[in-house]
T-cell receptor
Framework: GAVVSQHPSRVICKSGTSVKIECRSLDFQATTMFWYRQFPKKSLMLMATSNEGSKATYEQGVEKDKFLINHASLTLSTLTVTSAHPEDSSFYIC????????????FGAGTRLSVL | AQKVTQAQTEISVVEKEDVTLDCVYETRDTTYYLFWYKQPPSGELVFLIRRNSFDEQNEISGRYSWNFQKSTSSFNFTITASQVVDSAVYFCALSEGRETSGSRLTFGEGTQLTVNP
C-alpha cells in the first residue's frame, strides 16, 4: 500500500511551547489529509480535514487557533500544537487519502506528544 | 448520522484458535464503504480491507476473511489459526458518500485482540 511518513514519532515539550508534526505522503500525491487524536485505549477522533491549497476543515469542538494545520503541497501537511499544555498530551495520527486506490486512507505511524 | 459498533472490547485466545471480531454499522446512505484496520502496539494503523456497499461477496486473504451482510448491517472479521503477531487493536470503520467526495471515516471503539502462545 501507499506509504505515509509522520515525524516526529515522539516529542516531549514544556508547557507553553509549540510543537510541529509533519505528515508526508512518500509515493503518491494526497489532495486530502486527515488529522486524528487518540486517547489511551480509545478510538480515533477526527480533528480536521486538510486540503491542499485551502483552509482546513475542523471538527466541532476542535480549536483551530490551537491546532494549526497547513497543507502547502500535495505531499505534506503539518499540524502545529500552539502553546501546548499537559491536556494536549496525546497520540496524534495523520492519514492521506488515495483517490486512485478507491478512497482508502493510509495512516502514518503517529506522534506521541507529552507536555510537561 | 453514521455509527460503528464493536461490542467486543477485548478478546483473548490461544495461538492457533480461530477468532471472529464483530462489527455492526448504522448509516442512512445507500452508498458507503466499510474498512478494517489493524493497530499493533507500535501505533500505526495498517489498512486491511475496503468493501463497498454494493459488493456483498465475502473475501478471503490468507488467514483473514471477512463476512459482509447488509441484512444485519454487519461486517465481521475472522482470523483463522491465530498467531501471536495478530495481537493488536482492530478497528472497523465506515465512510459514506461517493468515492470522489471528501468522505470521512467513522471508527468503532476497537477490539483488543490478544493471542497467547
Amino acid at each position: 500500500g501507499a506509504v505515509v511518513s509522520q515525524h516526529p514519532s515522539r516529542v516531549i515539550c514544556k508547557s507553553g511551547t509549540s510543537v510541529k508534526i509533519e505528515c508526508r505522503s512518500l509515493d503518491f500525491q494526497a489532495t486530502t489529509m486527515f488529522w486524528y487524536r487518540q486517547f489511551p485505549k480509545k478510538s480515533l477522533m477526527l480533528m480536521a480535514t486538510s486540503n491542499e491549497g485551502s483552509k482546513a476543515t475542523y471538527e466541532q469542538g476542535v480549536e483551530k487557533d490551537k491546532f494549526l494545520i497547513n497543507h502547502a503541497s500535495l505531499t505534506l501537511s503539518t499540524l502545529t500544537v500552539t502553546s501546548a499544555h499537559p491536556e494536549d498530551s496525546s497520540f496524534y495520527i495523520c492519514s492521506a487519502r488515495v483517490l486512485i486506490a478507491k478512497n482508502i486512507q493510509y495512516f502514518g505511524a503517529g506522534t506521541r506528544l507529552s507536555v510537561l | 448520522a453514521q455509527k460503528v459498533t464493536q461490542a467486543q472490547t477485548e478478546i483473548s485466545v490461544v495461538e492457533k484458535e480461530d477468532v471472529t471480531l464483530d462489527c455492526v454499522y448504522e448509516t442512512r446512505d445507500t452508498t458507503y464503504y466499510l474498512f478494517w484496520y489493524k493497530q499493533p502496539p507500535s501505533g500505526e494503523l495498517v489498512f486491511l480491507i475496503r468493501r463497498n456497499s454494493f459488493d456483498e461477496q465475502n473475501e478471503i486473504s490468507g488467514r483473514y476473511s471477512w463476512n459482509f451482510q447488509k441484512s444485519t448491517s454487519s461486517f465481521n472479521f475472522t482470523i483463522t489459526a491465530s498467531q501471536v503477531v495478530d495481537s493488536a487493536v482492530y478497528f472497523c470503520a465506515l465512510s459514506e458518500g461517493r468515492e470522489t467526495s471528501g468522505s470521512r471515516l467513522t471508527f468503532g471503539e476497537g477490539t483488543q485482540l490478544t493471542v497467547n502462545p
